[in-house]
């Protein structure tokens, strides 16, 4: 079955603009997280949605913000961004917890 | 707040050899482990996982070892090949799917 997939791949912002990133997850799966990657920094956990509904947010500003659809798939988005957001972003989808978690190819942000 | 620590950001090993990859924690509640692998430009995979009620789990040539006492796992390769060249991340679930992830290590296994 088809692994966890996200667009866009690769995109180039400006400071101050806002994104969006898209994540389609493993067919069945319900849960999906969204995770950021920095040089460095390993992954940090941004936020993690069950059934439309978030049910953990990690140590990241509002300006990041996320949602998920009735089909399971989910949306982050991160408004007036800044030169450090620039980042690998990765989603994860699983059956719940306790299940192992499989990650998409993730987004590369630059923000120039 | 690293929970989850590797201390290593790098390791070489020679085609062959044992490569053994660490990682301390901080979080005593911290119950599931598992190792990622990742390759550039792709995210990272599944690799191994050991539960807390274990101190070992073996898949092929990959064996996770769990010391409980001192806060620390470690992922050994045997026998380690050029394709297990990848950047290795330690991870263990908060709650729900707040995983938290070390930093990662880079292993580069030379022919």
């Known amino acids: 079955k088809a692994g966890v997939t996200q667009t866009p791949r690769y995109l180039i912002k400006t400071r101050g603009q806002q994104v969006t990133l898209s994540c389609s997850p493993i067919?069945?799966?319900?849960?999906v997280s969204w995770y950021q990657q920095t040089p460095g920094q390993g992954l940090q956990f941004l936020f993690e949605?069950?059934?439309?509904?978030?049910?953990n947010k990690g140590n990241f500003p509002g300006r990041f913000s996320g949602r998920q659809f009735s089909n399971s798939r989910s949306e982050m988005n991160v408004s007036t961004l800044e030169l450090g957001d620039s980042a690998l972003y990765l989603c994860?989808?699983?059956?719940?917890?306790?299940?192992?978690?499989?990650f998409g190819e993730g987004s590369w942000l630059t923000v120039v | 707040d690293q929970q989850v620590k590797q201390n290593s950001p790098s390791l070489s090993v020679q085609e062959g050899r044992i490569s053994i990859l660490n990682c301390d924690y901080t979080?005593?509640?911290?119950?599931?482990f598992l190792w990622y692998k990742k390759y550039p430009a792709e995210g990272p995979t599944f690799l191994i996982s050991?539960?807390?009620?274990?101190d070992k789990n073996e898949d092929g040539r990959f064996t996770v070892f769990l010391n409980k006492s001192a806060k620390h796992l470690s992922l050994h390769i045997v026998p380690s090949q050029p394709g297990d060249s990848a950047v290795y991340f330690c991870?263990?679930?908060?709650?729900?799917?707040?995983?938290?992830f070390g930093a990662g290590t880079r292993l580069t296994v030379k022919p």
């Open positions: 979080n005593s509640m911290f119950d599931y």
């Open positions: 991870a263990a679930p908060l709650n729900n799917n707040d995983m938290r």
């Open positions: 050991i539960s807390s009620i274990k």
């Open positions: 949605y069950f059934s439309e509904t978030q049910r």
């Open positions: 067919s069945g799966h319900r849960s």
């Open positions: 994860a989808s699983s059956l719940g917890f306790g299940n192992t978690i499989y």
